[in-house]
């Protein structure tokens, strides 16, 4: 079974950076595409970042564009976002995403996922 932890979340002043980290269990963790999205206290869940199974293909969504930055780690089964120069508007719990799908291009749609983290909170005030 596959498991996703997140870790890293907090409370930031607007300018401020945060890492999140996201630990997965499994032996395949190296062909999973993996993804960041979040949400917002009364908004859909959106997608943020993501990542291809071999770190060569990555995509961001407009607005964390030059601010943060999705990497992997595949001898530590571990998936980050950096989050640089955050804003009030940054604010929402972030969850992680692990596509199991093998495809080279990563998804930015949250249903080719497969499996997904309890999510982690991130405020960020002004």
């Known amino acids: 079974q596959v498991q996703l932890v997140e870790s890293g979340g907090g409370l930031v002043q607007a300018g401020g950076s945060l890492r999140l980290s996201c630990a997965v269990s499994?032996?395949?963790?190296?062909?999973?595409?993996m993804g960041w999205f979040r949400q917002a206290p009364g908004k859909e869940r959106e997608f943020v970042a993501t990542?291809?199974?071999?770190?060569?293909?990555?995509y961001y969504t407009d607005s964390v564009k030059g601010r943060f930055t999705i990497s992997r780690d595949n001898t530590k089964n571990t998936v980050y976002l950096q989050m640089n120069s955050l804003k009030p508007e940054d604010t929402a719990v972030y969850y992680c995403?692990?596509?199991?799908?093998?495809?080279?291009?990563?998804?930015?749609?949250?249903?080719?996922?497969?499996?997904w983290g309890q999510g982690t909170q991130v405020t960020v005030s002004s």
């Open positions: 990542i291809s199974w071999s770190g060569g293909v990555i």
């Open positions: 499994g032996r395949t963790f190296s062909r999973y595409g």
């Open positions: 995403a692990a596509d199991e799908s093998g495809t080279y291009y990563p998804s930015e749609r949250s249903m080719r996922y497969n499996y």
